[in-house]
């Protein structure tokens, strides 16, 4: 887990977990920001970090042209 610690993505993560945990209250625009960027991009987002805390991007692991154009599609 070496790469972990150098992604942005994992304090950031952290952090959210922390404050959610703590209860503390965002003002509303912020939270309306939020939940606009996960409903839209939850799947997108998961993949990303998925590949980034993996170290490696999907042409890296012998993945074909078309498992990626699925991949972009759906």
């Known amino acids: 887990m070496t790469a972990s610690p150098a992604t942005l993505s994992v ?3 952290t952090a ?5 945990l703590l209860t503390v209250r965002a003002p509303g625009v912020v939270t309306e920001g939020a ?3 996960g409903d839209s991009a939850s799947l997108v987002a998961l993949s ?3 590949l980034r ?4 991007g ?3 692991r ?9 991949t ?3």
Do not use: M, Y
């Open 62 to 70: 012998g993945t074909t042209r078309e498992e990626l154009l699925q």
């Open 16 to 20: 959210g977990i922390v404050l959610n």
């Open 58 to 60: 999907p042409a890296l």
């Open 11 to 13: 304090p950031a993560c």
């Open 53 to 56: 805390l993996g170290g490696a």
């Open 72 to 74: 972009v599609a759906s």
């Open 48 to 50: 990303a970090l998925g």
């Open 35 to 37: 939940a606009f960027v």
